[in-house]
Every structure is written in C-alpha cells, then in structure tokens.
C-alpha cells in the first residue's frame, strides 16, 4: 500500500448517497401525492413548444467514524492522518431547457445548466474546503418522430448526460469532489462533450455515441470514448440490449499483479488507450401474471491487444415489488463479479470499470466500502429491501458481502488514477491473502416532504473481512458513517 501524502486515488463511488440517488424514483411518488399535480410555475407553454426553468438544490452533513477500517493507523502511523471526520455539503443547479415544434414531426432542443458546490470542513479524504462553480449541461438537438411510433431519428451534441442500460460502463460522465466539492452528493452527470445520433423503428433503435469525460483539471485523464448501442425497448421495465464501445484516447494507468502476487504491483501508464469492450444487457418481467417480478442481467468483455489484456464482468438480479402486502415491500438480490488480474499469468485480467453508476441504487460494491472496492477484481452479493411505512415515508435496507476474486491481486485504484493517497488513505491495495473483503448494511429513510423536496437519514457498518483483518490482526476495526440531507427539484 502507498503512502505518499499526495493526492489520492478515488473512484466516484456514489452518484448521491441518499436522496438524490433516488431522485427519479422520489419525484414520482411525490406526483403520486395529489391526483392532479399542480401546474408547474417554472414552465412556459407557446404554441410550437416550451421553455422549463429548473432549480435543484440540496445540503448534508456527513460523519464518518474508523474510516477505512483504521488501515492508516497500521500502514502510515506517522501519517497523522485522522479516521473520524464531520462535514458538510451543498450545491445548486440552475437550469434551462426549451423544445421548438418544426412542423408535425421535426423538434428542436436544447439545455444550459450549471452546477456550483462546496465541501464545508474537511471530507473523508482530508479535502478541505473546495468547491467550483462549472457548466453541466450545454446541448442542442433535433428529433424527427417519436421513440414508439414508427421511424425516429434523434441527433445532439455538447455537453450533457449519457447512460447506457444499467450503467455497468457509461453513466456518470462527470467527477466531483476534491477541488469540486461535494464529494457524496456528486451532484455533476453530464459529460464535457457528447455527440449522440440515434435511429430506429419501433421497439429497436441503433445509436452511435461519442463522449469526452469531465475529470478533474488537477487530473484530467483525456479519456474520450465511442461506440454503437443497440437497444430493443418493447415497454416500460423491458429492454435487451447490446454495445461495442472502443476508448479512442486516455491516460489513465492500470496496476498489474507482481508476478506470483509477491511484491509491489507494476503501474501500467496510458493502459486504458485503445481498450475494447462489449456489454450485454437487459431486464425483464418473465412472468407477465406476475406483475411485481424482475430479472435483470448484464455481461461484458474487455480487450486491449496493446497491452495483452482480456477482462470480464457479470451480474445476475432477481426482484419481486410485492404490492399487495403491508408497507408494499420490494425485495432483491443481485450478484456482480468483476474480474481481477491473475499474478500466475502474463496477460493483465483486470477489469476496467470505466465510468459506471456508483450509487447504492446502481453498481455500488459495497457502502462505507465503496469509498475503496471500485468495481475491479471483486464480487458481491447484495440484498436490498425497500418499504413505504406510508406515502410519504420510504425505509430502504441494503446488505453486501463483498469478496475479491483473485487473491494477491490489486483490489482498489480509482477512476480518478490516482496512484498516491492522503496522509494513509488506501490508494492501492496489493491483494489479500483471503477473498472475504467486508460486510456492509447501509439503512436509509426518506421523507417525502412535498412532491418536490425530499428528507433522507442514512447509516452505514462495514465490518472488515477476513481478507483485511489478516493484514493486521487484531488492529482493523469496523467502520460506520452516518449523514442527513435535504434535497429540492424543480
């Protein structure tokens, strides 16, 4: 483990802790509240189209206690770097977006947003202080049809945000934290250019996407992206789909396993330049009768024939919305497993996650752990059980038993690559002796205040594994964090 108090390595493992990464999911059951939603005040009609004001805005403090099961204390003693930590945060976006009617089939639209935020006291990774003011959205676009009914082509550009399926490898276009604050509600999305053309007919669709992530400018790694998505989406809650995606530049490093896993890994520079991959996906109801179940699954491979690397990843989700019982629980497991680079072999195996959904919602490895487990060279199985206590009162439960799939390998290095580490925050673990890495539970309450403002308490345990506790025995310690938000939309 490195121990430099430089800069740290730091996936974007949350898109929002708590409300926010709900958001969608919240403001539906906001609507729900009243038979007939209210006119929106920040929304003007004209004959041809519209023009929407929006406002969004939330502030939490955030707690965290033993943070990163106290490997500091063991590995840079002499660091003083604390493991308890109280801070806040808070952000605002301002929006704009406007659609124009052409004719019968034909619209022009567009969006202008921005996002300001601020780390208030000192986060997790010792980062005081930061925050930015920068643009998120900055896109126009022209459609022709509906997606639904008949032939549709759509056709945008700027910057704004893209996801793919269930987000396993495109999502979150954006980075924040470190000298954008906001570490936890990450509240940026879109990327710093996008071109997108789609067509299709129906049900399917064929969409061609170039991307540029917005990374930090303390740690830009150039990455830029581009591919063909094909999607089948017959209905709600239905779709199959199927990209080929190719990074057209980047210099983001991959660690490599020591040979025979003893030792310090090697740092491939610019490894992630001309990586390949393929991603399956889809959910469905398979039981039309049932109308609460799901399954969902993704599959996807990996090539760089540069650097003699082959990676995959899976995961596997079954769930059942059981509308009929007391508090209308909605219970699910998953499994994802992510491939790890095998130290006996010459070939690198690692999986580059590249820039995926990180909530608890999404793709999270882990809670409190996701500060650490990005998804590369792990596995786990997760249980989730959400409840409405009433209309206005959701108790969401989350489990995960988080395992490395190749011992002696490295676990965590971040999205951000940064190979060094605040004070003795792990940057790069070198691998574990034994898979079990930790067990997380994260509880989250929402209220519903209004139908556009949301109250979410949460608390976090991770409880380290036997893979960690080998590392020090007798000195690595269970972690807990706790935070509050507010969060408001419109």
């Not at 170039?210 to 063909?228: F, H, P, Q, R, W």
């Not at 508090?327 to 006996?344: E, I, K, V």
Request: aromatic share 12%.
């Amino acid at each position: 483990m490195q121990t430099s108090r430089n800069r740290p390595c730091m996936q974007r493992f949350f898109t929002v802790r708590g409300a926010l990464a709900s958001t969608a999911i919240l403001l539906s059951l906001g609507n729900a509240l009243a038979q007939t939603p209210p006119k929106d005040p920040l929304r003007y009609e004209f004959p041809d189209g519209h023009i929407k004001l929006g406002i969004e805005a939330g502030i939490q403090v955030v707690g965290e206690n033993r943070a990163f099961w106290d490997l500091s204390k063991v590995f840079a003693p002499t660091s003083n770097f604390k493991t308890t930590f109280g801070w806040g945060e808070a952000y605002l976006k301002p929006a704009l977006s406007f659609e124009r009617r052409i004719g019968a089939q034909m619209g022009l639209y567009g969006g202008l947003s921005t996002v300001g935020a601020r780390t208030l006291g000192s986060d997790i990774f010792d980062i005081n202080n930061r925050g930015r003011i920068l643009l998120e959205n900055g896109f126009l676009g022209l459609r022709f049809g509906q997606p639904g009914a008949g032939f549709f082509a759509d056709l945008s550009a700027g910057p704004q945000p893209y996801r793919i399926g269930s987000g396993m490898l495109i999502a979150d276009g954006a980075q924040d934290g470190f000298e954008r604050g906001a570490l936890i509600f990450g509240p940026r999305q879109a990327w710093s250019m996008t071109g997108i053309g789609k067509l299709g007919y129906g049900a399917f669709s064929a969409e061609g996407f170039y991307l540029d992530a917005n990374e930090y400018a303390s740690n830009d790694m150039k990455t830029k992206l581009a591919g063909v998505n094909l999607l089948y989406a017959p209905g709600s809650g239905h779709m199959l789909g199927l990209t080929y995606g190719k990074v057209l530049d980047s210099l983001a490093p991959y660690p490599k396993a020591a040979p025979g896993g003893v030792g310090v890994p090697t740092v491939l520079m610019e490894a992630r330049k001309d990586l390949s991959f393929l991603h399956g996906y889809g959910r469905w109801n398979p039981v039309p009768s049932l109308a609460g179940l799901w399954v969902a699954g993704d599959l996807a491979y990996q090539w760089n024939d540069r650097i003699n690397q082959r990676a995959w990843a899976a995961r596997a989700e079954i769930g059942y919305a059981f509308t009929t019982l007391p508090f209308a629980p909605t219970l699910s497991y998953t499994f994802q497993t992510f491939s790890g680079d095998d130290p006996n072999t010459a070939r690198l195996e690692r999986f580059d996650p590249l820039f995926y959904d990180g909530s608890p919602t999404g793709w999270a490895t882990g809670y409190n752990g996701s500060f650490v487990f990005i998804n590369s060279n792990v596995n786990a199985h997760r249980v989730t059980l959400a409840m409405y206590l009433t209309q206005r009162d959701i108790l969401t439960l989350r489990y995960a038993h988080v395992r490395a799939n190749e011992l002696n390998s490295p676990i965590q290095f971040g999205q951000g690559t940064r190979l060094t580490v605040v004070g003795g925050a792990p940057g790069l673990i070198a691998g574990v002796s034994k898979a079990h890495l930790s067990d997380d539970f994260l509880v989250e309450y929402t209220r519903v205040l209004t139908q556009n403002a949301f109250l979410t308490f949460g608390v976090g345990y991770s409880e380290p594994g036997a893979g960690l506790k080998t590392l020090a025995p007798g000195r690595i310690k269970g972690w807990t964090g706790g935070f509050a938000n507010l969060v408001v939309k419109y």
